[in-house]
């Protein structure tokens, strides 16, 4: 085993190569390979192709929280919302292979999938709190948000947007049209 290798050393290499040759080309072998160590090594910090995937898909999901922690720091309400669709979908654009891996858990009921995606969801579900929504409403707003963010990213990461725009502009303008529908449901009309 080579020195100073570790779990996150050997998640490292397979989001680098992930992101490099695609999520689906990941194997072992190439692992093995970028790591300069033999194969059978790995197998003392992943349980198989499985376990790998498993746990680049949790690590996945926590480097995109941490992107978008990054994004929203100091602001709120509209603002944040709009950095926070403009972080995910530049995640997706630097990490195609990694954000792949976050939708590719082999057991998305994992506890540790299941605990870095409910903190992002309740990331979002903070960010709406300026909104004054009722608890059914708010789900139904982080669903529309997380909807929204991961149709585009995915689109465009599959080369979909092929008419001469501005992806940029249509993500806003997507995002702004999607906020003028958040309405809080104890708003008085005068």
Do not use: C, W
Not at 130 to 148: C, D, F, T, W
């Amino acid at each position: 085993m080579r020195q100073g290798l570790d779990q996150h050393t050997v998640l490292q290499a397979a989001a680098e190569l992930a992101d490099a040759h695609g999520y689906e080309q990941l194997s072992l072998a190439s692992l093995a390979k970028q790591l300069q160590i033999r194969t059978p090594s790995l197998y003392n910090h992943v349980q198989g192709m499985a376990g790998l995937k498993q746990a680049l898909a949790s690590y996945a999901v926590r480097k995109l929280k941490e992107a978008l922690v990054e994004a929203i720091i100091g602001k709120s309400g509209d603002e944040a919302l709009h950095a926070l669709a403009f972080a995910y979908v530049d995640f997706v654009r630097r990490h195609p292979g990694l954000y792949e891996a976050s939708m590719g858990a082999p057991d998305p009921l994992d506890p540790d999938f299941q605990t870095a995606g409910t903190e992002v969801v309740q990331l979002i579900v903070r960010l709406m709190e300026p909104y004054r929504l009722e608890p059914a409403a708010v789900i139904h707003a982080v669903r529309g948000m997380r909807s929204i963010v991961h149709g585009f990213a995915s689109l465009e990461l599959r080369k979909q947007f092929n008419i001469e725009l501005s992806k940029n502009d249509s993500l806003r303008y997507a995002i702004t049209a999607y906020l003028k529908g958040i309405q809080p449901t104890n708003q008085n009309s005068d």
